[in-house]
């Protein structure tokens, strides 16, 4: 059972450049998100979906674009990448709705380093 | 806006001593609350959650987080701690009954000395 499964686990990119963070989950889970972890400032959600097709999005969205084509693939985009981007970027699936049995499951992040 | 508030950035005990983490956290309505850990390099795994009723919880490696309405607080505690509990340790609340919009306090490290 993999989880959350995120690729690549580390990437430099040159400030201007495109790229795709990927993510995905063998769970079944309709819910998944977006977080960037910064030091000193915990985790942020960047962009979040209910489900296939349906996006919305989060604290921090500026930079970044998402997609939810399945339910098992939501890829986050940077379509210009900026020093300021540079963070540990993790995804996360949840079951929903909300009860005894909720909680998000992380994959292991991506570290991105914006030159 | 839910926010939540972890005082201590870093935090330095013995082996074998206990520990208790603070979180307060800010929320209109009955908060969906949540302690992760990180190791370094790795992702967030789960400790311990708290929905309603029993206010006191129990998770995993022996830790427990005790739910206060009236204090605005979840904090955590583990009576006697080992060397592998050194981690960072994040609270969380969810917004809206959910747990797939979280929002995280800045965290706290935690260092274990023999």
């Known amino acids: 059972n993999a989880g959350v499964t995120q690729t690549p686990k580390f990437q430099v990119l040159k400030t201007g450049q495109s790229m795709t963070l990927q993510c995905a989950q063998d769970?079944?889970?309709?819910?998944m998100s977006w977080y960037r972890q910064d030091p000193g400032m915990g985790l942020r959600l960047i962009h979040y979906?209910?489900?296939?097709?349906?996006?919305d999005q989060g604290e921090v969205p500026n930079g970044y674009n998402v997609s939810r084509s399945t339910t098992e693939d939501f890829p986050l985009r940077l379509l210009s990448a900026a020093p300021s981007q540079t963070s540990v970027y993790f995804c996360?699936?949840?079951?929903?709705?909300?009860?005894?049995?909720?909680?998000?499951?992380f994959g292991q992040g991506t570290r991105l380093t914006v030159v | 806006a839910q926010s939540v508030t972890q005082p201590d950035i870093h935090i330095t005990v013995s082996e074998g001593a206990s520990l208790e983490l603070r979180c307060n956290y800010s929320?209109?309505?009955?908060?969906?609350l949540f302690w992760y850990v990180q190791s370094p390099g790795q992702g967030l795994q789960l400790l311990l959650k708290?929905?309603?009723?029993?206010?006191l919880v129990q998770g995993i490696k022996g830790f427990e987080a005790e739910f206060k309405r009236s204090q605005s607080s979840f904090n955590l505690r583990k009576p006697s701690v080992h060397w592998s509990d050194a981690a960072e340790y994040f609270c969380?609340?969810?917004?809206?009954?959910?747990?797939?919009?979280?929002?995280f306090g800045t965290g706290t490290r935690l260092q274990v000395t023999l």
């Open positions: 708290y929905f309603s009723g029993d206010t």
């Open positions: 979906s209910v489900g296939a097709g349906i996006t």
């Open positions: 969380a609340v969810g917004a809206h009954g959910t747990a797939s919009k979280l929002t």
């Open positions: 929320y209109g309505a009955t908060p969906y």
């Open positions: 769970m079944n889970h309709e819910y």
């Open positions: 996360a699936s949840t079951l929903e709705p909300g009860g005894l049995g909720t909680e998000a499951f």
